[in-house]
C-alpha cells in the first residue's frame, strides 16, 4: 500500500466545473504538498499546508490532520488546469513521499 | 532567488552505454537534493537523496547511482543503461538542515530518457 493515495486517478471535467480531488496517507508528516505538473513535465509546488485552509486564486487546498486527508478544489476550472496534480507529504526529516497524481482534462 | 537547473531535458541513449544526469541549485546553500524517477503511468519513485556533499543515501536498489561533488550539484549516473531505466527523471531541492520544518520542494524541468 502506498504511503499517499490520490483519487480520482484520471478526470475530466467541462469548463467552469468544480473540481476536486482527494488525498489520503497513512505516515506521520509535517507538511502536506499539492504539485502540479504540465505535459512537459515540469513540476510547480501549488500549496505547502500543514493545517486548516489555503486558497490561491481559483484553487483551494483543506487538510484534515485527524483523518490524514486533503482535497484540492478548483473553482471555474479552464482548459489550462489541465495538468497532472500530485499529493506529496513530507515528514520531519524531509523526506517526501508522492501519491501517482491525478491526471485533470479540463473541456473547453 | 533560488532555481534549480536539470539536464539535458531529453535523452536518448543505447542500451550498456553509461549514462550522467546533472542538476545544479543556485541562490540557497547546503540544501537537500533528490533524484526521483517517475515511470509510464506510475507516481515519483525516490531514487536517491543527499544532506550534504559526499553524503547519498538510495532508497531502492538499482542500476543506478548518485554523487554530490560540491554543495549545490548532484549527479544521476550508469556505468551501464538498462531497457529498464527508462523514464523520466526529476531533480527536486528542499531546504536543509535538522532544524528545517515545513519546507516546499523545488523541482528541475526533467529529464526524458528513453534507452534504445
Known amino acids: 500500500k502506498n504511503e499517499v493515495e490520490q483519487s480520482p486517478q484520471n478526470l475530466t471535467a467541462q469548463e467552469g466545473e468544480f473540481i476536486t480531488i482527494n488525498c489520503s496517507y497513512s505516515?506521520?508528516?509535517?507538511?502536506l504538498h499539492w504539485l502540479q505538473q504540465h505535459p512537459g513535465g515540469g513540476i510547480v509546488s501549488l500549496f505547502m499546508?500543514?493545517?486548516g485552509k489555503k486558497k490561491h486564486g481559483r484553487l483551494i487546498a483543506t487538510i484534515n490532520i485527524q483523518e490524514k486527508h486533503s482535497s484540492l478544489h478548483i473553482t471555474a476550472s479552464h482548459p489550462r488546469d489541465s495538468a497532472v496534480y500530485i499529493c506529496?507529504?513530507?515528514?520531519?526529516?524531509?523526506?517526501?513521499?508522492f501519491g501517482t497524481g491525478t491526471s485533470l482534462t479540463v473541456i473547453p | 532567488s533560488q532555481t534549480i537547473h536539470q539536464w539535458p531535458a531529453t535523452l536518448v541513449q543505447p542500451v550498456g552505454s553509461p549514462l550522467s544526469l546533472e542538476c545544479t541549485v543556485e541562490?540557497?546553500?547546503?540544501?537537500?537534493l533528490y533524484w526521483y524517477r517517475q515511470a509510464a503511468g506510475r507516481g515519483l519513485q525516490l531514487l536517491f537523496y543527499?544532506?550534504?556533499?559526499?553524503?547519498i543515501s538510495s532508497e531502492v536498489p538499482q542500476n543506478l547511482s548518485a554523487s554530490r561533488p560540491q554543495d549545490r550539484q548532484f549527479i544521476l549516473s550508469s556505468k551501464k543503461l538498462l531497457l529498464s531505466d527508462s523514464g523520466f527523471y526529476l531533480c527536486?531541492?528542499?531546504?536543509?538542515?535538522?532544524?528545517?520544518?515545513?519546507?516546499?520542494?523545488?523541482f528541475g524541468q526533467g529529464t526524458r530518457l528513453t534507452v534504445v
Open positions: 527536486a531541492w528542499a531546504k536543509g538542515g535538522a532544524r528545517i520544518r515545513n519546507t516546499e520542494a523545488f
Open positions: 499546508l500543514s493545517s
Open positions: 505516515v506521520g508528516i509535517s507538511a
Open positions: 543527499s544532506v550534504g556533499i559526499g553524503q
Open positions: 541562490g540557497t546553500s547546503n540544501p537537500n
Open positions: 506529496a507529504v513530507s515528514n520531519t526529516g524531509n523526506q517526501f513521499y
